[in-house]
């Protein structure tokens, strides 16, 4: 019932950045979450920041705290990404998610609705 578009990857230099957007469509919440995982070549999907629509709870890993920010425009239903002082470490599939519940958002079996994903290449 929520379609989640992502966009915004590529290839960038090290210490460079690019902003990723994930437009939803749909189902609306009056509350709800929204995060962003990733996963690296050999490794497992992980959490990378998500946040609250209705609140400002926002959760960061410790691997891009400082360099990530997450942020949202709601008229849009639009939520982003800025990444900043990208490493090559961050490379990976970056896919966006979205949960009708606030909590656990670190978990990925909160999110119910997945986009399909985005490339972003990190060289150096």
């Known amino acids: 019932q929520v379609q989640l578009v992502e966009s915004g990857g590529g290839l960038v230099q090290a210490g460079g950045s690019l902003r990723l957007s994930c437009a939803a469509s749909g189902r609306t919440f009056r509350s709800g979450a929204m995060g962003w995982f990733r996963r690296a070549p050999g490794k497992e999907r992980e959490f990378v920041v998500a946040?609250?629509?209705?609140?400002?709870?926002?959760y960061y890993a410790d691997s891009v705290k400082g360099r990530f920010t997450i942020s949202r425009d709601n008229a849009k239903s639009t939520v982003y990404l800025q990444m900043n002082s990208l490493k090559p470490e961050d490379t990976a599939v970056y896919y966006c998610?979205?949960?009708?519940?606030?909590?656990?958002?670190?978990?990925?079996?909160?999110?119910?609705?997945w986009g399909q994903g985005t490339q972003v290449t990190v060289s150096s």
């Open positions: 946040t609250a629509w209705n609140g400002d709870s926002t």
């Open positions: 998610a979205a949960s009708d519940r606030a909590s656990r958002l670190y978990s990925q079996v909160t999110y119910s609705y």
